[in-house]
């Protein structure tokens, strides 16, 4: 007969199930136990992780739900709802829609919540930052397949899809979102004023010139609702619409009308293109044509006709200081032919200057003997180069 027994001995952190030819009999707590060992299997739990688990749990609580509730508390949650598990007064998991699940009511205390999921599909404010940032290895599992977490910082705004629907939109700051039985989705977007360039555009003038064009815009979202309910992308369709303005632009206007008039082409692209824009919730700021690049042959052209401009300038500038000269030296011999003191102080000046090219000179006759032998000194100066 005692051969037939075992002694066990369950730990303060141990819990036993105790079946017996197939069924479940009662749950050994921490001590000592004598058993018949016929027909006799033992399944060891340590009752320091809290989940109880068993291929066959939802039967067991259902055949033997007497038995079992003193020691565990079960949650089973319908299609429409889920449960969070708190652990000693901290969340420790999430129960999905339906699931079984059960947990050790000893050595910790255990609480558990249901709540509706049809409607409510965003997590409590007070459990984002727990679920976002969980170190617990249970609720970081169940927060990574059951949770959607965003974060919007403070230059973005986000808008919220729920099955394909638009719900709200999303201020600053971190949101988390259950995603049991339906799909979200977050449209984020930067609300700072954002660049888009338009590069290599080959366009040709009204006068049949090619060119190619860069261009530059900026622009800022400003209603993401209207953004989300008109364009698939906004982008791309702000991309075209500067895109097809520019050709406009460019191929109604001849070259020296363009080269001449940069600002004023900036000025319409922007008009055609920022009322259409601002219907779709995008403000935009500025647009500007960046670079026109003329083709090699035209350049060569182009610089011709600046080095004939700027030289007919020139010679302008030149005859104009000649005639102007000439008057100056009009004036002066009128003013020397009735006044003979003027006239020999400009002898004298003329003197001073020859006398700089000059060594020495021998004097014969007084002043008109000097200045006709300058006078003679000079053509030969001039003569010899």
């Known amino acids: 007969m005692f051969g037939l027994l075992k002694k066990i001995r369950v730990a303060d952190t141990q819990k036993v199930l105790l079946f017996r030819d197939g069924s479940f009999e009662r749950v050994l707590e ?6 018949s060992g016929l027909g006799t299997v033992l399944q060891w739990y340590d009752v320091t992780m809290p989940e109880l ?47 079984f699940r059960a947990y050790w009511r000893s050595p910790q205390r255990v609480h558990i919540e249901k709540f509706a999921i049809s409607d409510q599909y965003q997590v409590p404010v007070h459990l984002a930052k727990v679920m976002c940032y969980a170190e617990a290895a249970p609720l970081k599992t169940s927060v990574g397949r059951f949770v959607k977490a965003v974060e919007v910082a403070d230059h973005e705004t986000a808008l919220l899809y729920v099955d394909g629907d638009i719900k709200e939109v999303l201020e600053k700051g971190l949101h988390l979102f259950w995603v049991f039985n339906r799909k979200i989705d977050v449209l984020l977007v930067d609300k700072r004023l954002q660049k888009l360039e338009i590069s290599g555009q ?7 010139v090619s060119l190619r064009l860069n261009l530059v815009a900026s622009y800022q979202v400003v209603d993401l609702r209207k953004i989300a309910g008109s364009l698939a992308n906004y982008k791309e369709h702000l991309y075209l619409a500067l895109q097809l303005a520019l050709r406009d632009v460019i191929g ?7 080269l001449a ?3 004023r082409l900036n000025a319409q692209i922007h008009e055609d293109v920022a009322a259409g824009m601002s219907q779709y919730g995008i403000m935009l700021k500025s647009v500007g044509i960046r670079d026109i690049i003329l083709p090699g042959e035209m350049k060569d ?17 030149k005859r104009r200081e000649e005639t102007a000269a000439t008057r100056s030296l009009m004036n002066t011999a009128k003013m020397m032919e009735n006044n ?14 020859i006398t700089e090219k000059i060594g020495s000179i021998t004097v014969y006759g007084g002043l008109d003997g000097v200045l006709n032998q300058l ?5 030969e100066v001039a003569d010899n180069g």
């Open 261 to 263: 008039n940069k600002g």
């Open 202 to 208: 080959e366009i040709l003038t009204k006068d049949k």
């Open 301 to 317: 052209i182009l610089n011709q006709v600046v080095a004939a401009d700027k030289a007919a300038q020139a010679n302008l500038i």
């Open 30 to 35: 921490p001590g000592r136990h004598i058993l």
């Open 375 to 379: 006078a003679a000194i000079g053509r």
């Open 340 to 353: 003979p003191t003027l006239l020999r102080l400009k002898e004298l000046e003329a003197l001073e200057r």
């Open 53 to 99: 688990t068993h291929a066959h749990l939802k039967f067991l609580f259902t055949k033997y739900g007497s038995k079992l509730e003193p020691h565990a508390v079960s949650v089973d949650t319908a299609d429409s709802e889920a449960a969070l598990v708190y652990v000693d007064g901290h969340l420790y998991d999430i129960v999905a829609p339906g699931q």
């Open 252 to 258: 109604t206007r001849e070259l020296d009308d363009l």
